[in-house]
């Protein structure tokens, strides 16, 4: 807890301190009215529905899109699936990062230019999906949980980051623990780790929101039903038809099986079941932002 | 020491070599570390380069990529002698640049406002509902935004009547003039407290001692906020700045194709858009495939050049 | 020193690189299959178990194992196995193609001669094979012979590069684009079409004729400001719409054209987009927006929302499907209207009348073929010989298109004894557990037909149903098609379509709403469309047969 030794007596801070507080505000309501217009469509019963404007009250309040969502076993095995790619995606990330970007860090390990630029030119060049398909294919990722953990397990834009954070933390710390004997491993788990905290907080919650709102990988490759993610029917549920062209739609809709319908209401309430959960998140990390973070420069 | 040759250069480097090597022995563990994420890179990001062939041949799915013929970059030709490519092509720049141009500051300036919140509950809530937009889709944003912008009904229409600042509706999504604005709102409303989060953290990481020492100096809010804490953030603004212009070509889809509509393809079309209209007539891996590497190489291009200017400049890059 | 270094390192990256990359061409020959390997096995006898690979509509959330697969798996002493791509996501098939993941056979949307010659994945069938393995399909064909000449192949006429489906009701009234009027408002302001109007289902009604577009433009302007809900506030719309061409199609026939279909003007065959008729449609639906007759944002509005908007029930007017008039369309107007409207009631007329007469909006298919189905290029003539048998039981045999479509008697329908019709049982609903649409798909006969229409659909079968019905006699037919590939229409369609068609909606579309002037744009207007390869598609479509020739 930082303390604030500032004196706040003078009349033109006060005043700022209004206007900011009341842009604030006013910031906050707009995006709580879109936010709260879901919550609400998500409770009003379904053939009072009507969203062509934007609705901040209904009269009679009903939960039946939740039991509708929650009785469905698919949402509930997709969070499942949602819930396991998110942990299980972020653990394996911060780990390669570290991996990669601790020994990045020390500016006197032999090739090190090298080893960057290996590991940069793939941040501007891609293959497409084509060949990216085939190889996850062959390395049996199709229809495989495993495709949502390790073919994005790590990130050379993350690393960059955490790289020049490690540089900038003290050395002092370091110093004295290698001339006590302490080998670059044991440095590396005990002492800069707990002391980086902050930018692992900060890339844990991106890759945490990143893997909880991903669902192109899902609609690549799943096949079976039991092993997709949330987001993906949330999308399946939002657009349903927009995508498609005209032709195909027009029949499409017709054909027996054909989520012809799908109730605006259920779609708020699967967008609410989707946002909740990460939001949640933030305010657990919060904790670790207050050491601090200072991502510095490198200098050559 | 073993053997020396007779001239000196000889003589240094072999000195250098064995300290190298002693070097590589002492972190040999810290090589081991990176190898995982070599693999990686290896298996995932640099196997499936070959795809960039794709781009210089006419793709045939039955013939696979190496079957199928070399067209002598007759797609490339297609691209750049089309010209909603090329209007594309600068549609992107210019949304991706004023959008840059403008997110940039505003995210740090709102950085630097909710850090002079004083009440820690009130900051804390703000941050907190300052990023609920960056979880929701483009999809549902944009019904907002059509339904905030209606021609009838519209919260902002009816305003604007009310103060009789206009006196019919305006049609703002289908007008081409106001696109770029209504893109560029919307985007910074969406993304400024997401974007924010990373500054907040930098902030706090500013050692208290230099604000002691100001405040003696008899520095007030408005000093201490240019003259440390914006300092105290540069180094990653810059970071992100230089990581981000990678992306530069890569204006993206979703936000894009929910907001735009024939009434605006003529500003608001951008290269993402453009392929997916293409893709509909038929699937060009191939077109796409050279589209992806002029987005590639321009993005790395500017990202080097950038680097290398802040390194002169600023001592800060990113390698 | 530093530089031999990277260098070396270079060097080992492209290593690398050429390596993984060369390791893909092993895996790829073997993906994408040589068609020299199957000959070599010797004819096995027709009732040996065999394995078939199937892809087709409604296989996103497919089962392994589902009730209809085991059903035809059990008849016809098959294995199958479905794909599991979902048909309506264009990446996932895509993807499918492109990494040689193509199942044996499959219905899939595209266009046949681009899978034959263009990208090389499909093999052709031979006539007799399809005659004689696959009798009641060869039998429905026959009735439309065209469909054996469209898919023939160009090297020889007796074998088809794909088969193609044949949907009669894609060729009457269920897809018919059609005007949908509020009656009770028509009647509040005394107005009345040409034609005797008749009651076809509980408040629907429906007249041969439409309006004129004099006529119609009145009708709105009441619709808009006569305010016919009675309530005293001025919140009706006249006509609603939504994004893309089929609104407008009533509008457009009155004009003479159709969107999307070739039309003569002084002789030569062009496309509407280019044409006079064209620029005077486009004024008159201008002068309709102007005065507010058209929902303002129908340029933007998403069909969904489009629905809602109907389902107010304040609107007076739209355009769409007949089909509407269907069970599976009750949360659409204008079925929605009747429910939420208590006192509304439905008039459905045709196209608006043009000036000599002619109303009929366009055929939904230029001609039965609908959808096609393709056989790997690699498929073996023994194998080719049980996909004929299953495709011929599932989509045409009576006990075999039950399967298919309706499951088990007893289980999952029964019939209903006044109309022997199947009915489908309360709590059935078609999913991947059972398999329904899968394997019988586009190959309808009449029977087969008569189940998707609903009954309100039918009641409108004086007008929409059949050869000989009224408003099937006079729907809007194209004045060239090159059905049979002759020309490069089709190949210029693909490489110009995105453009010009970018063109001609951001055209529309600025006309519609005023902020560009028809008359003075239209010269730059025509010139960019020939710049953008129009000259070249309107040379192609001059040497393409004309329709009426085709379809004799």
């Not at chain 2, 990001?45 to 190496?66: E, Q, T, V």
């Amino acid at each position: 807890m930082r303390t604030r030794t500032v004196l706040r007596k003078s009349i033109s801070g006060t005043i700022f301190d209004c206007f900011n507080a009341t842009f604030m505000i006013l910031f906050c309501i707009s995006i709580l009215f879109p936010f709260w217009d879901m919550i609400v469509l998500s409770f009003t019963p379904s053939d009072k529905v009507n969203t062509l404007s934007i609705k901040l009250w209904t009269d009679t309040w009903v939960i039946d899109s939740y039991k509708y969502i929650l009785s469905d076993t698919k949402i509930l095995t997709a969070m499942l699936v949602s819930i396991y790619r998110t942990v299980a995606g972020t653990l394996i990330h911060v780990v390669l990062v570290v991996f990669a970007a601790y020994p990045l860090s020390k500016t006197d390990i032999p090739y090190r230019k090298q080893m960057t630029i290996f590991f940069l030119i793939p941040m501007f060049f891609g293959g497409g999906l084509v060949p990216s398909y085939i190889i996850n294919r062959y390395l049996g990722f199709v229809d495989n949980l495993l495709v949502y953990i390790i073919p994005g397990a790590f990130s050379v834009y993350v690393m960059i980051i955490v790289r020049n954070y490690f540089m900038t933390m003290d050395k002092a710390i370091e110093e004295s623990a290698t001339i006590d004997g302490a080998s670059v491993l044991r440095i590396l788990f005990s002492i800069l780790i707990p002391l980086a905290k902050p930018v692992l907080a900060t890339i844990a919650l991106w890759q945490m929101v990143g893997q909880w709102n991903s669902w192109f990988d899902c609609l690549i490759y799943m096949r079976s039903e039991k092993k997709i993610v949330l987001q993906m029917i949330l999308r399946r549920m939002l657009d349903n038809t927009s995508m498609m062209p005209e032709e195909i739609r027009q029949y499409a809709e017709t054909q027996p099986g054909f989520i012809q319908f799908n109730s605006k209401t259920v779609q708020a309430a699967t967008t609410m079941l989707v946002v909740l959960p990460i939001i949640c998140v933030y305010p657990f990390l919060q904790k670790y932002f207050v050491k601090g973070i200072m991502l510095g420069g490198v200098k050559g | 020491m073993g053997n020396c040759a007779n001239n000196n250069i000889n003589k240094s480097s072999f000195f250098f070599h064995s300290e190298k090597l002693r070097k590589v022995k002492r972190m040999k563990y810290l090589y081991l570390l990176i190898l995982l994420p070599f693999l990686h890179q290896l298996i995932f990001s640099y196997a499936p380069l070959y795809g960039i062939i794709i781009s210089f041949k006419d793709f045939k799915f039955a013939r696979g990529i190496w079957g199928s013929e070399w067209n002598n970059f007759q797609n490339y030709k297609m691209l750049f002698e089309d010209s909603f490519f090329i209007r594309a092509f600068f549609n992107t720049l210019k949304l991706s640049i004023s959008s840059l141009a403008v997110s940039f500051p505003s995210t740090i300036i709102f950085a630097l406002l909710i850090n002079e919140i004083g009440k820690i509950k009130f900051k804390r809530i703000v941050q907190t509902i300052s990023y609920l937009p960056h979880f929701m889709s483009w999809v549902v944003i944009a019904t907002f935004i059509y339904q905030l912008l209606s021609p009838e009904n519209g919260f902002l229409n009816s305003v604007l009547l009310r103060l009789g600042a206009i006196s019919e509706p305006i049609y703002f999504m289908g007008l081409k003039r106001y696109f770029v604005p209504m893109y560029l709102i919307s985007g910074l409303w969406a993304g400024i407290g997401w974007g924010s989060i990373i500054y907040l953290s930098a902030i706090a990481g500013i050692d208290i001692s230099q604000y002691e020492s100001a405040q003696l100096d008899g520095a007030n809010r408005f000093h201490k906020a240019i003259y440390i804490t914006l300092p105290g953030i540069m180094p990653t603004a810059t970071v992100l700045l230089i990581l981000n212009l990678g992306s530069i070509l890569s204006v993206g889809f979703d936000r894009i194709f929910n907001l735009y509509n024939p009434l605006t393809y003529e500003v608001a079309d951008v290269i993402s858009t453009f392929v997916f209209r293409k893709g509909l007539m038929e699937a060009k891996y191939d077109y796409a495939a050279a589209v992806g590497l002029f987005q590639n190489i321009i993005g790395f291009t500017l990202v080097m050049m950038t680097n290398y200017f802040a390194r002169k400049f600023n001592d800060y890059a990113i390698v | 020193m530093l530089r031999k270094r990277l260098k070396m390192f270079t060097i080992i990256i492209l290593v690398i690189f050429i390596i993984s990359g060369c390791t893909q061409v092993a895996k790829e020959n073997k993906n994408t299959g040589t068609s020299t390997g199957n000959e070599q096995q010797p004819p096995a006898p027709t009732n040996e178990k065999i394995e078939i690979s199937w892809v087709s509509w409604n296989c996103g959330d497919i089962e392994d194992g589902n009730f209809v697969e085991k059903k035809l798996e059990e008849k016809l002493n098959l294995e199958i196995k479905v794909k599991k791509v979902d048909l309506s996501k264009t990446q996932q098939v895509d993807l499918m193609l492109a990494s040689g993941e193509m199942p044996d056979c499959g219905w899939i949307f595209k266009d046949p001669r681009d899978m034959y010659y263009s990208q090389e994945l499909t093999r052709t069938v031979p006539v007799d094979m399809i005659r004689q393995y696959a009798p009641m399909y060869s039998k429905l064909i026959d009735d439309y012979p065209l469909l054996w000449k469209i898919n023939a192949s160009n090297e020889d006429k007796n074998e088809l590069i794909a088969l193609p489906g044949c949907n009669p009701s894609g060729t009457d009234g269920q897809y018919y684009f059609s005007s949908f009027y509020r009656y009770d408002w028509l009647q509040k302001f005394g107005i009345k079409p040409s034609t005797p109007v008749e009651m076809t289902s509980d408040r629907i009604y429906v007249t041969e004729k439409g309006f004129t577009l004099d006529e119609f433009k009145v009708i709105l302007d009441k619709f808009v400001n006569g305010d016919p809900d009675g309530n005293g506030v001025a919140d009706t719309y006249g006509m609603i719409g939504y994004t893309g061409a089929n609104s407008w199609r009533t509008i457009q026939r009155a004009f003479g054209f159709q969107d999307g279909f070739s039309m003569e003007e002084e002789g030569k065959a062009i496309m509407p987009y280019s044409s006079q008729k064209y620029k005077d449609y486009i004024k008159y639906v201008n002068s309709l927006y102007k005065n507010g007759l058209v929902d303002k944002e129908i340029l933007t509005l998403p069909a969904d929302k489009f629905f809602e908007k109907g389902t107010t029930g304040k609107a007076g007017y739209f355009c769409n499907t007949a089909n509407l008039l269907g069970e599976w369309a009750e949360a659409r107007p204008p079925l929605s209207i009747l429910k939420n409207v208590p006192e509304s009631t439905i008039l459905m007329t045709p196209g608006q009348l043009s000036s000599d007469g002619s109303y009929g909006t366009m055929i939904y298919n230029t001609s039965p073929v609908y959808n096609n189905f393709f056989i790997r290029n690699d498929v073996s003539d023994e194998k080719l010989k049980r996909i004929l048998q299953l495709f011929d039981y599932a989509s045409l045999d009576e006990e075999g298109s039950m399967i298919c479509w309706w499951g088990e008697e007893g289980t999952h329908y029964d019939i209903d004894p006044a109309t022997s019709t199947p009915v489908k049982k309360e709590n059935v609903t078609a999913n991947g557990k059972i398999g329904f649409g899968v394997f019988a798909q586009y190959v309808r006969n009449e029977r087969i037909a008569g189940w998707f229409q609903d009954s309100m659909f039918k009641a409108t079968g004086k007008y929409t149903i059949g050869k000989d019905a009224l408003w099937t006699k006079n729907m809007y037919k194209p004045y060239k098609l090159d059905l049979f590939n002759e020309t490069k229409l089709n190949e210029y369609n693909k490489t110009y379509g995105s453009n010009i068609g970018t063109i001609v909606s951001e055209f529309f579309a600025n006309a519609i709403i005023g902020e560009i002037n028809v008359d003075t744009e239209w010269d730059a207007y025509i010139k960019k469309l020939n710049d953008n390869g129009y000259d070249k598609i309107v040379e192609e479509l001059n040497k393409a047969p004309l329709y009426a020739d085709l379809i004799k």
